[in-house]
Nanobody, 126 residues
Framework: QVQLVESGGGLVQAGGSLRLSCAAS????????MGWFRRAPGKEREFVAA????????DYADSVKGRFTGSQDNTENTVYLQMNSLKPEDTAVYYC???????????????????WGQGTQVTVSS
């Protein structure tokens, strides 16, 4: 069983920064993609970023490109999401998720993420 635990959310003013962490435990050796998604109030959950496990390949939603940067610590099985220049529209619950046995092309497909974290709230005040 895989467990994903997010941390690092909080309240920040517009223009500020936060770093989210997602620590994975369990059967991580066969994990191939870790993704970040978010759900804003009254909206559907949307793709934020994805990282191909082990080689540093990353992809970001257009809305966060240039502001959010991800990194991996393979020894700690942890993915980080550094969020800079935060905007009020970034306010959401952020979730990390893990894919197994899928190809990189499927990184946007939420239903192919087998494991999900509990989410961490990010609130950006104007």
């Amino acid at each position: 069983q895989v467990q994903l635990v997010e941390s690092g959310g909080g309240l920040v003013q517009a223009g500020g920064s936060l770093r989210l962490s997602c620590a994975a435990s369990g059967l991580t050796f066969s994990m191939n993609t870790m993704g970040w998604f978010r759900r804003a109030p009254g909206k559907e959950r949307e793709f934020v970023a994805a990282f191909r496990w082990g080689d540093g390949t990353a992809d970001y939603a257009d809305s966060v490109k240039g502001r959010f940067t991800g990194s991996q610590d393979n020894t700690e099985n942890t993915v980080y999401l550094q969020m800079n220049s935060l905007k009020p529209e970034d306010t959401a619950v952020y979730y990390c998720a893990a894919q197994y046995g899928s190809i990189w092309y499927s990184r946007y497909v939420q239903t192919l993420y087998k494991y999900w974290g509990q989410g961490t709230q990010v609130t950006v005040s104007s």
